[in-house]
């Protein structure tokens, strides 16, 4: 069984490739203006970002000692986002399949309460996991960013 912390890597990787290549989809009638495409992009980026910010945060609440409550319920509300924000600009399907893996992993107050507080070297790898995830989401954006 695949863990929540790993799942949420996972996502965000995906994430990453397929922004990365810029599968943006035309309209009905096949074509978009580069304002309307430069406002989707924009729009895009600033969704990961806020998914990025959200883990981000849990990282640091944890890395203080404490459990970031609330990032459960904000994160879980991204992931339900994700198909309706993207789904346009990569395959519905695939956008529905990484929300699904997103929801997994949505409870971020759990994904250290398994561990014993003495167990400082696994506490920091799992950390470590969130910023690389966050780290996924914001490059995702900045590759939308810097997308023509």
């Known amino acids: 069984m695949i863990d929540a912390l790993t799942l949420l890597v996972t996502a965000s990787q995906a ?3 397929i922004t990365s290549k810029f599968g943006e989809k035309k309209d009905a009638k096949g074509q978009t203006t580069e304002k309307e495409r430069k ?12 998914i990025a910010a959200t883990i981000q945060e849990a990282a640091q609440t ?8 609330g990032s459960c319920g904000k994160m879980l509300g991204l992931a339900q986002m994700l ?6 600009f990569i395959d519905k399907a695939r956008a529905t399949e ?3 893996q997103l929801r997994e992993a949505h409870n971020l107050e759990r994904l250290l309460n398994d561990l014993s507080q003495g ?3 696994e506490r920091g790898r799992r950390i470590g996991l969130m910023e690389e995830a966050a780290g ?3 490059a995702a954006a900045a590759a939308l960013r810097a997308a023509r």
């Open 62 to 69: 944890f890395r203080a000692g404490q459990v970031p409550h």
């Open 98 to 100: 990484l929300a699904d």
């Open 15 to 17: 994430i990453f490739e």
């Open 83 to 88: 198909p309706e924000v993207v789904g346009d």
């Open 39 to 50: 406002e989707r992009r924009e729009n895009i980026a600033v969704y990961y970002l806020d």
């Open 119 to 121: 167990d400082e070297q």
């Open 136 to 138: 996924y989401f914001e």
